[in-house]
Structures are given as C-alpha cells and as structure tokens.
C-alpha cells in the first residue's frame, strides 16, 4: 500500500478512543397532556446543557410513553425494551406504584440506574425519587378552598385514578387539610374517579354536577385532565363562576380557566423542572457521583392576581417551544 492509501485509510477509519454518548430513556405517563410536554421539555433542556459543557454529545435522551395514562401494560413493554436495548439509565414517572416496580428491578438487576420522577414506586431499589412534595400540594390546596369557602359549605373531590401515587398522595393531603383545619366543611363526595382522559373526567364531572350541583359551594380535581374535565362540565352545567373551584396543574385551559374567573386557582408543579433533574441527576449517576434519595422540585399556588409574577413562570408558561422544535 502506497503513502498516498495509508493517509486515506487512516481518514477514513472511525475515532476509537472516542466517548459513546449515554443513552438515557425519559419513560413518562403519558404523551398527550401538556404536562408530559413540560418533562419533555426539561430533559431537553438537561441534555442539551451537559452536551455544550462536554464540547460532544455525552448525552442523548430517548423519549418514549405510553399515548393514554391507564396503559400500564405498555408502559411495562416500553421499560422492558429499553433494558433490552440496554439504555444506559431510565428516568421514569410510573403509571402505577406497584405495575410498574417489577420491570423497573428488572432494569436495576440488569445493572441500569433509574431515577423515578411525579409519581412513587413501591420499591426501595431506585438510585433517586424527583417529584413535587404532592401531598403538601393536596394540603395547599384544601387550605385555599377552605379559605375561599369561609370556612363552610358543601364540596366535591374528583380523583383520577387507582394507583397513582402522585394524585392519591395529593387526595389525601386536600382531605387531611379539610377535616383538620375546616371542620364545617362537608364533603360531599371524595371516591370518584375521573380515569386517564379529559373526556372521561368530563362524564365522571357530570355525574357527579347532575347529582350535587344544587347544593355544592366548592370543587377540588386532583391533576391536568381531571381538572379540564370538571371545567367543561362546570361550563356546561352552568355553574361556571358560580362555585368556587381549585384544580392542580396547568397548561392552556387550564389557565384560561384561570382567567376568566371558572377557576380560582391552581395548585401548580415545575414539570420542567422535574424532566431536567430527572436526566440531570441520571448523568451524576453515570459519572459515578453520589445523588440524593430524594429531590423535590417545588409546588406553588397561582391565581390570576399572581399570575404574572415572574417566580410563576416556569410553572404556568413553560418555555415548550424553545426545546420542543
């Protein structure tokens, strides 16, 4: 081979002492909600942030979840193909706290870390948890309807479903804070259930609007679709403006329900927040840094008279497009 060959075949032969990028897979509840859109967001952002300050790609996010939050099955296949794609780290928020603990061992036995996100997982396995303190936001969220009651009335709890811990943790809190703190309250209903959808929630909201509405002061809903739900029923039903409503989560609707008055307020998490950790924290792990258990990403209470302050922003108007082109 002549001189002229060798420096061709050396050009072309690939870098072999070159870093592999870390495949981390963001597993979240659903794809739908604006909500899974801010984690999308966030995990984006971490990315991006740990490639600039590498100079090369250290890190790719592989983002994969079930279309509908109530498919546990597939959420259980989309984990058990990642081990055996054998990502290099799972970050995942779990359809249901007890579904989903077997598949996740399996990744860590298969020698994958997994940091869980939203919601918890029954198992002590999991290298961290990074999630709103979501029964302080239950609490939070009974004080301001009890506030907003004066400290009377009738009220309606709508939850989403069985098995999610981040809305039961978030039902209890909102009722430990009626029955302590409010006890003149009565309510109404607490064990309904909304299911995974806006347009479940809306029927399960009518259900319960047809049988109480006649002498219902206050509502509570316990995440984003139940509580869009609800708000197209209160429409419906008329009762718009009329009975004072607290949901959690936010997004477009849910905002401009805000607004204009249909809702009083918002118990709001940083999901963006949440999907940055999440992937930020899977890369300390990799490098062999030591993590905490756990890493709450805060909770806060919006209503329109607080709607534009700026600590709020992160919260109510995620920067989506910046990350999500």
Do not use: C
Not at 23 to 30: E, F, L, M, Q, S
Not at 83 to 107: H, M, S, T
Not at 180 to 187: E, Y
Not at 287 to 312: Q, S
Request: avoid cysteine.
């Amino acid at each position: 081979m002549n001189k002229l060959l060798v420096v061709i075949a050396l050009a072309a032969a690939p870098l072999l002492n070159a870093a592999e990028a870390y495949k981390i897979a963001v597993i979240p509840k659903g794809t739908t909600h604006e909500f899974w859109k801010s984690i999308n967001a966030g995990a984006v952002k971490a990315e991006r942030e740990i490639n600039a300050a590498a100079g090369h790609e250290a890190v790719k996010i592989i983002w994969k979840g079930p279309l509908k939050e109530d498919d546990r099955e597939q959420q259980v296949q989309v984990v058990e193909n990642f081990v055996g794609r054998k990502v290099n780290a799972i970050v995942i928020a779990p359809l249901d706290r007890r579904a989903l603990v077997a598949p996740v061992e399996g990744a860590i036995k298969a020698k994958i870390p997994v940091i869980v996100i939203d919601s918890g997982l029954e198992t002590k396995a999991i290298s961290s948890y990074v999630s709103t303190d979501n029964r302080e936001g239950g609490r939070i969220a009974g004080q301001q309807l009890g506030k907003l009651l004066g400290g009377k009335g009738n009220i309606i709890m709508l939850r989403l479903q069985v098995g999610s811990a981040s809305t039961e943790e978030r039902e209890e809190g909102f009722l430990e804070a009626i029955k302590k703190d409010f006890p003149a309250i009565k309510i109404l209903s607490s064990d309904q259930h909304a299911g995974a959808s806006r347009d479940t929630a809306k029927q399960a909201a009518e259900n319960l609007l047809n049988r109480f509405g006649k002498q219902l002061n206050g509502i509570f809903t316990s995440n984003e679709s139940a509580t869009a739900g609800m708000l197209l029923a209160v429409r419906d039903a008329g009762l718009a403006g009329k009975v004072k409503f607290v949901g959690f989560d936010s997004g477009e609707t849910l905002n401009a329900g805000l607004m204009s008055g249909h809702i009083d307020g918002l118990v709001v998490q940083n999901p963006m927040r949440m999907g940055y950790l999440g992937v930020k924290t899977a890369y300390a792990i990799l490098k062999g840094e030591k993590v905490p258990p756990m890493i709450d990403t805060g909770v806060g209470f919006v209503t329109k008279a607080n709607f534009n302050d700026p600590a709020m922003t992160e919260m109510v108007r995620p920067p989506l497009d910046k990350y999500l082109k």
